[in-house]
């Protein structure tokens, strides 16, 4: 649901910052390689030590290459396969870092096993959500369906939850809470989201058998 609204609205933010640096001549696969390397760097370097603000701002200022990059190559006319996948491929590496630096947290100073399980599953989990669609879609079914929580959704959930956590050094009281619930309320979305994920593969192949089927009776 966020990828559609949020990405409309963005999309014309940021529209003048991709046609700046197209001018410049900075390439999509530049600000790609960049920003995933400015969301790991704030994930790995921040989280594990509990600074929850100021990682997330690190990470929130990088993780918006994600639209950036594809509206550089909407206006330059050069979508392609490999800027897709390259952008595929290391987006499933900065959630990896989030995930993993929360988990970090939470294995050391953090300690919560507990917690740091349900930061590997988040993980674990939202990979396992991506790569149902990939592979429906490589089989050529379209997987035609809405999840609950998508990458979106658990962006948004975890960076805000770890944003307001991290004021809890600045003495704000009980908002270290947030982040706990955020991971719950994500790491159950994801587990909900692959359910309707392989439930839409199931019907999706079985309706595309009987179509073949029925073509090769005819």
Known sequence: MLNKYARAFFTRV??????????????PDAVTLVGTGGVVAGALAFYPLGEFF???VVITLFVFSDLVDGNMARQLGRSSRWGAFLDSTL??????????????????????L???????????????????????EAIGLPVNVNGLVERAERLVITLVAC?????????VPGVEVLLPIAL?????????????????????SAEADAMAQGGTGA
């Open 14 to 27: 940021l529209t003048p910052f991709a046609a700046l640096l197209i001018r410049i001549g900075v390439s």
């Open 114 to 136: 507990m917690l740091c399980a349900m930061a590997i599953f988040c993980l674990a989990s939202g990979q396992v959500v991506s790569y149902t669609k990939a592979r429906g």
């Open 91 to 112: 987006d499933r590496v900065a959630d990896s870092a989030i995930f993993g630096g929360l988990a970090l947290w939470y294995a050391g100073r953090g300690d919560s």
């Open 184 to 204: 719950w309320i994500v790491g159950i979305g994801s587990a909900v989201t692959l359910g309707q994920r392989v439930v839409t593969v199931r019907r999706e």
């Open 54 to 56: 100021w990682g997330t």
């Open 163 to 171: 944003g307001l956590s991290g004021l809890h050094a600045f003495g």
